[in-house]
């Protein structure tokens, strides 16, 4: 049973417009939240993080939101640039299992000029 | 050399062989991961050490065999490997947070290509 879920297995989005990207959990113990960024044959890159005690969290043109009662985060990208294509990763942390993330599958976001 | 480096990034190999993969990290990092991707499924953790603790996932089969000689280097030792373990190995690092009000992200490798014929 997947913990942490991403639905939207792709999105496009044209260049200058938002991207949102949405993930669901199950877990309530999750206490952090990261978004990692990977293009073709690269590992994933970390992207920005939301800790479960904040609702927002805001880096440039990323920002993350947390509904802890939704079980909800998502990511929006203002504006989307074409360097920002890649598969998108959601990742969340148990708050007693150390480092140990675990992943959603992934939306991979298409950004056409 | 910075980052998370891995080696090989191809591997192809029959079901007798053995190989290992090797990781090692530049981030003065004192947890090392193994994480497991196969096509159209999420990223699986396979193991950990931390804290010279190692931590497993139990579906992992015993033909991986994971060894941590220091905090920098991290291997995944192969043997009679099957068709459908084929998939990219992906290696991490990261500060473990326990004991620590900072929350410290993974950093990932470039990842090992694996292919089992």
């Known amino acids: 049973d997947q913990q942490v879920k991403q639905n939207s297995p792709s999105l496009s989005v044209q260049e200058g417009r938002i991207s949102i990207l949405n993930c669901d959990y199950t877990n309530s113990m999750f206490d952090y939240f990261l978004w990692y960024k990977k293009y073709p044959a690269e590992g994933p890159t970390f992207l920005i993080s939301i800790s479960s005690i904040k609702d927002k969290n805001e880096d440039g043109r990323f920002t993350v939101f947390l509904n802890k009662s939704a079980k909800h985060l998502s990511l929006h990208i203002v504006p989307s640039q074409p360097g920002d294509s890649a598969v998108y990763f959601c990742?969340?942390?148990?708050?007693?299992?150390?480092?140990?993330?675990?992943f959603g599958g992934g939306t991979r976001l298409m950004v056409k000029p | 050399e910075t980052g998370v480096t891995q080696t090989p990034r191809h591997l192809v190999m029959g079901m007798t062989n053995k190989k290992s993969l090797k990781c090692e990290q530049h981030?003065?990092?004192?947890?090392m991961y193994w994480y497991k991707q196969s096509a159209k499924k999420p990223l699986e953790l396979m193991f950990v050490y931390s804290l010279e603790e190692r931590v497993e996932n139990n579906s992992v089969p015993s033909r991986f065999s994971p060894e941590c000689p220091n905090s920098s280097h991290l291997f995944l030792h192969l043997h009679t490997l099957q068709p459908e373990d084929s998939a990219l190995y992906l290696c991490?690092?990261?500060?473990?947070?326990?004991?620590?009000?900072?929350?410290?992200?993974?950093?990932f490798g470039n990842g090992t290509r694996l292919t089992v014929t």
């Open positions: 990742a969340a942390r148990h708050n007693n299992a150390g480092n140990m993330l675990t």
């Open positions: 981030l003065g990092h004192n947890a």
């Open positions: 991490a690092s990261s500060q473990d947070p326990r004991g620590s009000s900072y929350n410290s992200p993974l950093h």
